[in-house]
Protein backbone atom coordinates (compact mmCIF):
# COMPACT_ATOMS: atom_id res chain seq x y z
CA UNK A 1 0.00 0.00 0.00
CA UNK A 2 0.81 4.03 0.43
CA UNK A 3 2.02 4.02 -3.34
CA UNK A 4 2.16 7.61 -4.97
CA UNK A 5 2.21 7.69 -8.75
CA UNK A 6 3.53 11.20 -10.68
CA UNK A 7 3.02 12.02 -14.31
CA UNK A 8 4.32 12.28 -16.91
CA UNK A 9 7.90 10.76 -15.80
CA UNK A 10 9.79 13.14 -17.93
CA UNK A 11 9.03 15.93 -20.10
CA UNK A 12 10.96 17.98 -22.53
CA UNK A 13 9.61 21.10 -23.62
CA UNK A 14 10.79 24.40 -25.12
CA UNK A 15 11.46 27.32 -23.40
CA UNK A 16 8.45 29.53 -22.44
CA UNK A 17 5.66 26.56 -22.43
CA UNK A 18 3.86 25.59 -19.08
CA UNK A 19 4.62 22.06 -17.78
CA UNK A 20 1.89 20.62 -15.92
CA UNK A 21 3.30 17.63 -13.57
CA UNK A 22 0.46 15.48 -11.68
CA UNK A 23 1.09 13.31 -8.10
CA UNK A 24 -1.75 10.71 -7.19
CA UNK A 25 -2.21 9.00 -4.38
CA UNK A 26 -2.96 6.02 -5.58
CA UNK A 27 -4.68 3.57 -2.58
CA UNK A 28 -4.85 6.28 0.31
CA UNK A 29 -6.21 9.89 0.62
CA UNK A 30 -3.70 12.19 0.88
CA UNK A 31 -4.83 15.42 3.48
CA UNK A 32 -1.13 16.52 2.70
CA UNK A 33 1.31 16.39 -0.56
CA UNK A 34 4.48 17.79 -0.45
CA UNK A 35 6.63 19.11 -3.63
CA UNK A 36 10.22 19.05 -3.80
CA UNK A 37 12.81 20.19 -6.24
CA UNK A 38 16.51 18.30 -6.61
CA UNK A 39 19.26 19.45 -8.91
CA UNK A 40 21.72 16.63 -10.05
CA UNK A 41 24.09 15.05 -7.24
CA UNK A 42 22.32 17.45 -4.66
CA UNK A 43 19.67 16.47 -2.09
CA UNK A 44 15.34 17.48 -2.00
CA UNK A 45 14.38 20.88 -1.54
CA UNK A 46 10.90 21.34 -0.29
CA UNK A 47 8.93 23.93 -2.48
CA UNK A 48 5.74 23.90 -1.57
CA UNK A 49 3.06 22.45 0.96
CA UNK A 50 -0.51 21.68 -0.64
CA UNK A 51 -3.41 20.56 1.17
CA UNK A 52 -6.39 19.71 -0.09
CA UNK A 53 -9.03 22.26 -0.94
CA UNK A 54 -7.02 25.02 0.38
CA UNK A 55 -3.77 27.48 -1.19
CA UNK A 56 -0.83 25.73 -1.23
CA UNK A 57 1.96 27.22 0.94
CA UNK A 58 5.45 28.04 -0.06
CA UNK A 59 9.09 27.90 1.13
CA UNK A 60 11.00 31.07 0.84
CA UNK A 61 11.72 32.24 -2.07
CA UNK A 62 9.94 30.13 -4.57
CA UNK A 63 7.80 32.06 -6.42
CA UNK A 64 4.12 30.93 -6.60
CA UNK A 65 3.18 32.21 -9.87
CA UNK A 66 5.89 30.41 -11.25
CA UNK A 67 5.30 27.36 -9.60
CA UNK A 68 1.50 26.60 -9.74
CA UNK A 69 -0.15 24.20 -7.22
CA UNK A 70 -3.58 22.97 -7.03
CA UNK A 71 -4.72 20.06 -4.87
CA UNK A 72 -8.66 19.65 -6.10
CA UNK A 73 -8.90 16.05 -4.14
CA UNK A 74 -7.61 14.08 -1.51
CA UNK A 75 -5.60 11.69 -4.31
CA UNK A 76 -3.82 14.27 -6.62
CA UNK A 77 -2.36 17.61 -6.83
CA UNK A 78 -0.75 19.13 -9.45
CA UNK A 79 2.70 21.17 -10.10
CA UNK A 80 2.49 23.64 -13.28
CA UNK A 81 5.43 25.08 -14.18
CA UNK A 82 4.40 28.12 -15.97
CA UNK A 83 6.65 29.91 -18.92
CA UNK A 84 9.52 27.42 -18.11
CA UNK A 85 12.94 27.95 -18.37
CA UNK A 86 15.94 26.54 -18.70
CA UNK A 87 16.97 26.95 -15.18
CA UNK A 88 13.70 25.16 -14.10
CA UNK A 89 15.19 22.04 -15.61
CA UNK A 90 15.35 19.53 -12.56
CA UNK A 91 13.48 16.75 -10.97
CA UNK A 92 10.69 17.42 -9.60
CA UNK A 93 8.83 15.06 -6.85
CA UNK A 94 5.89 14.53 -4.79
CA UNK A 95 4.85 13.18 -1.91
CA UNK A 96 1.86 12.18 0.18
CA UNK A 97 0.80 11.84 4.00
CA UNK A 98 -1.81 9.90 4.83
CA UNK A 99 -3.55 12.24 7.55
CA UNK A 100 -2.51 15.15 9.88
CA UNK A 101 -0.25 13.84 12.43
CA UNK A 102 1.29 11.29 10.45
CA UNK A 103 4.75 11.17 10.22
CA UNK A 104 5.63 9.32 7.38
CA UNK A 105 5.90 10.75 3.82
CA UNK A 106 5.54 8.55 0.86
CA UNK A 107 7.11 9.66 -2.56
CA UNK A 108 6.47 9.50 -6.22
CA UNK A 109 8.80 8.29 -8.76
CA UNK A 110 10.10 12.01 -9.57
CA UNK A 111 9.36 13.66 -12.64
CA UNK A 112 12.61 14.89 -15.00
CA UNK A 113 11.97 18.55 -16.43
CA UNK A 114 13.92 19.39 -19.21
CA UNK A 115 13.91 23.13 -20.99
CA UNK A 116 15.21 23.73 -24.19
CA UNK B 1 16.63 25.12 4.47
CA UNK B 2 18.59 21.74 4.49
CA UNK B 3 19.16 20.49 8.34
CA UNK B 4 20.99 17.69 8.25
CA UNK B 5 24.33 17.24 6.63
CA UNK B 6 25.45 13.76 5.68
CA UNK B 7 29.08 12.16 6.08
CA UNK B 8 30.56 10.83 4.24
CA UNK B 9 29.42 12.33 0.86
CA UNK B 10 30.31 9.02 -0.87
CA UNK B 11 31.27 5.46 0.00
CA UNK B 12 32.76 2.70 -1.73
CA UNK B 13 32.45 -1.35 -0.28
CA UNK B 14 32.47 -4.61 -1.52
CA UNK B 15 29.87 -6.76 -1.08
CA UNK B 16 29.57 -8.25 2.04
CA UNK B 17 30.85 -5.51 4.14
CA UNK B 18 28.72 -3.46 6.37
CA UNK B 19 28.12 0.41 5.49
CA UNK B 20 28.32 3.33 7.88
CA UNK B 21 26.94 6.94 7.46
CA UNK B 22 26.50 9.42 9.71
CA UNK B 23 23.82 12.36 9.77
CA UNK B 24 23.86 15.74 11.97
CA UNK B 25 21.32 18.29 12.65
CA UNK B 26 21.20 21.67 13.73
CA UNK B 27 17.72 22.32 15.77
CA UNK B 28 15.45 20.00 17.72
CA UNK B 29 13.68 17.24 16.34
CA UNK B 30 10.40 15.34 16.81
CA UNK B 31 11.92 12.39 14.83
CA UNK B 32 14.57 11.67 12.29
CA UNK B 33 13.98 9.60 8.97
CA UNK B 34 16.11 7.84 6.62
CA UNK B 35 15.30 7.19 2.85
CA UNK B 36 17.17 5.70 -0.09
CA UNK B 37 17.12 6.69 -3.37
CA UNK B 38 17.97 4.66 -6.54
CA UNK B 39 19.43 6.54 -9.27
CA UNK B 40 16.64 8.76 -10.73
CA UNK B 41 14.14 7.64 -8.87
CA UNK B 42 12.09 8.85 -5.88
CA UNK B 43 12.75 7.67 -2.12
CA UNK B 44 12.04 5.16 -0.50
CA UNK B 45 11.21 5.19 3.33
CA UNK B 46 13.48 3.67 5.12
CA UNK B 47 13.51 4.07 8.98
CA UNK B 48 12.24 6.00 11.12
CA UNK B 49 13.46 6.95 14.92
CA UNK B 50 11.31 9.39 17.37
CA UNK B 51 13.79 11.42 19.57
CA UNK B 52 12.96 9.84 22.63
CA UNK B 53 14.86 6.40 20.82
CA UNK B 54 18.22 5.53 21.09
CA UNK B 55 18.41 2.44 18.34
CA UNK B 56 16.17 1.06 16.12
CA UNK B 57 16.63 -2.21 13.80
CA UNK B 58 14.81 -2.99 10.59
CA UNK B 59 15.84 -6.10 8.98
CA UNK B 60 19.81 -5.45 8.03
CA UNK B 61 19.18 -1.49 9.01
CA UNK B 62 20.56 -0.29 12.36
CA UNK B 63 19.78 3.60 12.95
CA UNK B 64 21.07 5.13 15.98
CA UNK B 65 20.07 8.71 17.47
CA UNK B 66 22.07 11.03 19.96
CA UNK B 67 19.86 13.95 20.65
CA UNK B 68 22.16 15.57 23.05
CA UNK B 69 24.97 15.48 20.15
CA UNK B 70 22.42 15.52 17.56
CA UNK B 71 23.59 13.38 15.02
CA UNK B 72 22.23 9.80 13.91
CA UNK B 73 23.89 7.06 12.07
CA UNK B 74 22.91 4.18 9.55
CA UNK B 75 24.44 0.30 9.95
CA UNK B 76 23.54 -1.32 6.32
CA UNK B 77 24.91 -4.99 7.79
CA UNK B 78 26.16 -7.70 4.95
CA UNK B 79 25.71 -5.13 2.16
CA UNK B 80 24.46 -6.23 -1.07
CA UNK B 81 24.81 -4.82 -4.84
CA UNK B 82 20.93 -3.91 -4.56
CA UNK B 83 22.08 -1.56 -1.44
CA UNK B 84 24.47 0.86 -3.94
CA UNK B 85 21.67 4.20 -3.82
CA UNK B 86 22.27 7.77 -2.06
CA UNK B 87 20.99 7.98 1.50
CA UNK B 88 19.55 10.69 3.14
CA UNK B 89 18.59 11.63 6.49
CA UNK B 90 15.63 13.87 6.70
CA UNK B 91 14.77 15.89 10.40
CA UNK B 92 10.74 16.52 11.59
CA UNK B 93 11.03 19.61 13.89
CA UNK B 94 8.09 20.46 15.33
CA UNK B 95 5.31 20.53 11.98
CA UNK B 96 5.37 17.93 9.67
CA UNK B 97 7.97 19.25 6.93
CA UNK B 98 10.69 17.28 6.37
CA UNK B 99 14.39 18.31 6.22
CA UNK B 100 16.74 16.62 4.25
CA UNK B 101 20.29 16.16 4.49
CA UNK B 102 23.10 16.15 1.11
CA UNK B 103 22.71 12.54 1.22
CA UNK B 104 25.77 9.69 1.29
CA UNK B 105 26.03 8.31 -2.52
CA UNK B 106 26.79 4.05 -1.57
CA UNK B 107 28.52 1.92 -3.98
CA UNK B 108 28.27 -1.80 -3.27
CA UNK B 109 30.83 -3.57 -5.77
CA UNK B 110 30.29 -7.49 -6.50
Known amino acids: GAVVSQHPSRVICKSGTSVKIECRSL??????MFWYRQFPKQSLMLMAT?????????EQGVEKDKFLINHASLTLSTLTVTSAHPEDSSFYICSARFASGQETQYFGPGTRLLVL | SQQGEEDPQALSIQEGENATMNCSYK?????LQWYRQNSGRGLVHLILIRSNEREKHSGRLRVTLDTSKKSSSLLITASRAADTASYFC??????????FGAGTTVTVRA
Open chain 1, 50 to 58: SNEGSKATY
Open chain 2, 90 to 99: ATAPDDYKLS
Open chain 1, 27 to 32: DFQATT
Open chain 2, 27 to 31: TSINN
